[in-house]
């Protein structure tokens, strides 16, 4: 059967539980006719009978509802709103006779159906139209909130993976090139001058640890990131000597905020890749905090021609990292004599400075 195969996909237990809230409610409306009843005992047994007619509407519905995979009760195919208000009807003329045998009818419903099946069709037709609109209408609310919050999870879901994903991307694509480069570096050094070969190797080999760090949420440290960055800055101070300068101000209140795995090392890295720099003509990079803000700057010297490299690509990659945490958290100033790229701090939630 449909239901007994979708209803592992249904909150079902979940949705009784608020539609029985919500039929008590509706019937308690009867409360306020609870005048035109001397006798208690019918007031009490027409309360009963309407909740339980009610709540017999709802979960035939939903029943009937889960059986054909219906999500928007609005939108279900036409047989299914035909059944549904067959259902309904059905209910609704068994609430009739059992009113009219009980005595529990008001003079004028007893007046029109006297002597008439058609006037009893009628009423009780009359009462499904309603029934049925009132509960497909909550069944629209019930459902689509919940498939509602089901898709944000989901969306979620796919943009965590997404995160890491480009994140993955942006590794693959940085990490063979630098360690490429970074092995070419250690050869010449352990023949030009093999004394800073093995600082440079320990210093490679912390960056490769730090570089390779994870987390489920895909996000660093403002301390981690400032080691990863350290260690790639000496590692290219002992390439280029006193070529590129570099200068770390950030206070340690900010060292537990918290940044995208991998924010600041690719700012560097383009900074060394798009200027010419020489011992005449140093690189200077800062990284300073400013007010919730982590800035990275630089001096632009001649730039480097490059074919196969795009500065925008890395921008924007990081932009779009950025973007899965807040907004208008990555801000770039450009003149002729620096280019500045200021990044958000991520509050961390133990934070309370």
Known sequence: MGFIRNQHRYPLKCWIQRSVVFSLCIVSISIIDALLYQDQAHFWLNTCAGFAAFFGIIVSNLALHVHFDVKDPIKSPFKVKILSFIITFTISLTLVVFFLHSGLLTPQER??????????????????????????????????????????????????????????????????????????????????????????????????RGSFMTSEDGLATVKQELKLCEDYMSMQKLRFNDAIQFDIQVSEHVYQDLLPIFSLQPLVDNALKHNF???????????????????????????????????????NNLKERFSYYLQDSVIIHENRTTFEVRLKLIQHENDHH
């Open 111 to 208: 007046k029109i159906i006297t002597g008439s099946i058609f006037n009893l069709f009628l009423l009780a037709g009359f009462r499904a139209v309603i029934l049925n609109f009132i509960v497909l209408l909550w069944l629209y609310f019930l459902m689509t909130d919940y498939f509602k919050n089901q898709l944000e999870l989901e969306r979620s879901k796919l943009d965590k993976l997404k995160e890491r994903a480009v994140n993955q991307m942006l590794r693959q694509q940085v990490q063979p090139h630098f360690l490429f480069n970074a092995l070419s570096s250690l050869k010449s050094l352990i023949k030009k001058d093999s004394a800073k070969a093995e600082p440079y190797l320990l210093q490679l080999s912390d960056y490769l």
């Open 277 to 315: 720099y020489t011992i005449d003509r140093p690189l200077f990079i800062t990284i300073r905090e400013r007010a919730g803000w982590v800035v990275v700057s630089n001096n632009t010297c001649l730039r480097k021609p490059s074919m196969d490299d795009n500065n925008n690509y890395g921008l």
